[in-house]
């Protein structure tokens, strides 16, 4: 009997080895990682070196001209023949007049004080408010004007450099935004749509002026533009690059500070090129959120999407999509009499905190909202200020050193609380 009972134990621990072993097996590749993750925390250099190796599933939110080192602009600056403008620190086209205050991008290549100037001027490094500049915010949207004469002709090259740069870091899927337009249309495009009343009427007068030729040549451009990339890291060749590893989309991106009949035509041609190009696979609104013209028009551009875009996927900066705002609707109609006074009425008024909108931190900074009386015009005289007293949200006053109303925590990721 005591035979049996060994026997049996024996036969019950072979099965329970034969069972474990195959999970040890399957499971082995991650108790092996994570502890060369345990045993690299307390090193740094071998922390980095072990999350660089390790691979990344994606990045879904990549702005081309912000992901670029800044010391890749100088290059591509002193390849154009570009100048730069001593007092702004930004390139500009040539020629160069030393007399006029500009000088040759090149001479940065020679003098080190120049060349760390510029560094600093297109990137964060070593960023230290001042007077003229309060806030980091402040410092990353002035950088595209200063280096954007140099990262205009270069989309080729900026996306070859960051595929390489990807591919380094293990990453596997990237969605790159970029922008798309007909430069020499514009006007023509403007024009057409300017005395329309509303939203199906400039869409068919776009049609009609040539949306679609426009569409047409962007997709070919990009189709130029995609060989190219191929050819220069030799994907289709026995000696491909690794970078060609790297599985990317394009998003295209709306510039949403400027005038709405402008918004209107890139938003259009945006969608348009989604329907068409697989390669671009969504649309999204750009520049900072907290430009005035960007919350003055919020709601418009709201509309504008929903019109053009409500079949193609649409990727938008968090909190945009749920930015809870007062009901005010956009309107073509003509301004009331009565539409001034009540500006200033509103503001003497305190809604019941049930029915007055929660504060976004704009709202709770801020606390003005404006409403568009015409759909053709964006100056500031078309629009009637509104006060609107929020109900508090739990959230930090803003600092008083001079942030000039902008929320400190405002960027490409932050929600918002409602």
Not at 136 to 149: E, I, P
Not at 257 to 264: F, I, K, R, S
Request: proline share 6%.
């Amino acid at each position: 009997m005591q035979r049996r009972i060994i026997v049996a134990v024996i036969l019950l621990a072979a099965i329970l080895v034969g069972i474990r072993v195959p999970m040890v097996a399957r499971d082995f590749d991650t108790v092996v990682t994570a502890a060369s993750f345990e045993a690299a925390r307390a090193d740094h250099t071998s922390l980095r070196a072990f999350l660089q190796r390790m691979p990344k599933g994606g990045d879904l939110h990549t702005h081309l001209w912000g992901a670029v080192y800044a010391e890749r602009f100088i290059a591509w600056a002193t390849a154009q023949g570009l100048c730069v403008e001593r007092a702004t620190t930004s390139l500009t086209q040539p020629p160069c007049d030393k007399s006029r205050g500009t000088l040759p991008a090149s001479e940065a290549r020679r003098d080190q004080q120049l060349y760390d100037r510029l560094v600093d001027a297109f990137s964060m490094r070593a960023f230290l408010p001042t007077t003229a500049v309060p806030t980091g915010h402040d410092q990353f949207f002035a950088t595209f004007d200063k280096f954007g004469a140099a990262a205009g002709p270069e989309f080729v090259a900026m996306m070859l450099n960051q595929l390489r740069q990807y591919q380094a870091e293990s990453v596997q899927y990237v969605e790159v935004m970029t922008s798309f337009d007909c430069a020499g249309d514009r006007d023509k495009f403007r024009t057409a749509i300017s005395d329309k009343a509303d939203d199906a009427a400039r869409l068919a007068a776009l049609q009609a002026s040539g949306l679609e030729q426009c569409v047409a040549t962007n997709r070919r451009e990009l189709i130029a533009a995609l060989a190219d990339i191929k050819k220069q890291l030799s994907c289709e060749q026995t000696n491909a690059e690794p970078a060609c590893n790297v599985t990317f989309r394009l998003i295209a991106q709306i510039l949403r500070d400027m005038p709405l009949d402008d918004v209107y035509i890139q938003t259009a041609l945006a969608a348009a090129l989604i329907r068409v190009e697989p390669q671009v696979v969504a649309l999204n609104f750009v520049q900072p959120e907290d430009d005035l013209i960007a919350r003055r028009d919020y709601s418009r551009h709201m509309q504008i999407i929903r019109f053009l875009a409500k079949d193609v996927p649409v990727a938008l900066h968090s909190g945009l999509a749920s930015f809870r705002r007062p009901t005010l609707p956009f309107t073509s109609a003509k301004p009331s009499r009565s539409a001034a006074p009540a500006a200033s009425a509103t503001a003497s008024r305190s809604p019941s905190s049930a029915t007055r909108p929660a504060c976004s931190p704009r709202c709770a900074h801020d606390r003005l909202w404006w409403r568009s009386t015409s759909p053709a015009t964006t100056s500031s005289s078309a629009f009637a200020a509104r006060t609107i007293r929020c109900r508090p949200i739990s959230r930090p006053a803003p600092s008083a050193s001079g942030n000039r109303g902008r929320s400190r925590a405002r960027h490409e990721n932050t929600r918002w609380s409602g």
